[in-house]
């Protein structure tokens, strides 16, 4: 199903100039944007990607992973295929990096997405697994009806997105997961086919000019960004721009698409990086992809006390009341 696309603009000679995200693709007649679902057709640009879910799958909240949003729950999680990112480390790339054409899709409206997270009694939907920037008319939505039938939403994202779009893409969302790839432009040049500054500036938004509650990730690989110097930097961005209660997720690298010769992260690497972010200020530090009860567990960042005890994607233990720790801490997050 195709529908008119928004952020866009005609040039001379019958291609158009997507302003969506800030690779800003010129595409010609009959061509596709370099997400594969932003198609020019005479002279128009359509998302084709709309109501075509590359399939559906209710997965505990901590997956995305958000530790601090609903705790416990159950979110209903769809994507579509195509990705605006060129990650050659990419961990899901047999949607992202497919074409409408090369993978199977289903057919959801978004009353039939949202009545599903009601029948399976989801208090959230995640738009996930490819990266939702790109079918952001389809996002729009569903997430406006989701949350007009008192559902949250949710997007785990790359950010990079235009300043002009994601005002009206992130309106109807609660909770974001932001993949902040590495702290060095050459790495997302060189692996992501992208630019450092605009995630940046989205995570900035995000975090101080909107109420979306935002929860940061990055994934460590071996050699390419584990450096000790850079992670400090980053954690020290981190603190300066969007300040100490923004939960940070250190997770593991496996061996994928073409990255398949570099070996995974080892998890010393990550309780190294999470000890760093911990001992600079950061209060809510994880690991994840490993198995590691210390490190994916939610302490008290004043008395210490362990509120929160999660192994995998499960929570064993919760001991919080009213976003609160017994000693009176506020726990930053959104837990009912």
């Known amino acids: 199903m195709k529908v008119p696309a928004k952020w866009w603009e005609p040039l001379d000679s019958g291609k158009v100039l997507c302003r969506l995200c800030p690779r800003f693709c010129r595409i010609g007649e009959g061509q596709h944007g370099f ?14 990607a709309y109501g075509t879910p590359t399939g559906f799958a209710i997965d505990p909240i901590e997956k995305k992973p958000l530790n601090h949003f609903l705790p416990g729950t159950p ?47 989801c208090p959230s939907i995640a738009y996930t697994y490819n990266e939702p920037i790109i079918f952001g008319e389809f996002l729009i939505d569903v997430a406006k009806l989701a949350r007009e039938r008192g559902i949250k939403n949710v997007m785990v994202t790359n950010g990079y997105i235009t300043s002009e779009a994601r005002e009206e893409i992130f309106h109807h969302i609660d909770a974001a997961n932001i993949d902040l790839k ?43 960004n584990d450096n000790t110097e850079e992670i400090g930097q980053m954690v020290d961005w981190i603190l300066d721009n969007c300040g100490d209660d923004v939960p940070l997720h250190f997770t593991s690298f496996h061996p994928d698409f073409k990255m398949t010769d570099t070996p995974p992260t080892p998890p010393e690497t990550l309780t190294r990086a999470r000890k760093l972010a911990i001992e600079k200020g950061i209060k809510y530090v994880y690991v994840g992809n490993v198995y590691d009860t210390d490190g994916q567990t939610t302490y008290c960042p004043d008395c210490g006390r362990k509120l929160i005890e999660r192994g995998w994607h499960s929570v064993i233990s919760m001991n919080l009341k009213d976003g609160r720790c017994q000693c009176g801490q506020e726990i930053s997050g959104m837990f009912d």
């Open 182 to 224: 590495a702290f060095t432009d050459e790495f997302y040049l060189k692996l992501t086919f992208a630019h450092l500054a605009e995630v940046l500036d989205t995570i900035r938004w995000l975090v101080n000019e909107t109420d979306v509650w935002v929860e940061i990730t990055t994934l460590i690989i071996p050699g390419h």
């Open 75 to 121: 979110v209903l999680s769809f994507g579509t295929a195509g990705c605006n990112l060129g990650c050659r480390f990419c961990q899901n790339w047999d949607m992202s990096k497919a074409r409408l054409d090369e993978i199977r899709s289903v057919k959801a409206t978004p009353e039939q997405i949202v009545q599903l997270a009601l029948k399976h009694n």
């Open 35 to 48: 997400c594969f679902v932003r198609r020019n057709e005479g002279g128009k640009l359509y998302l084709t």
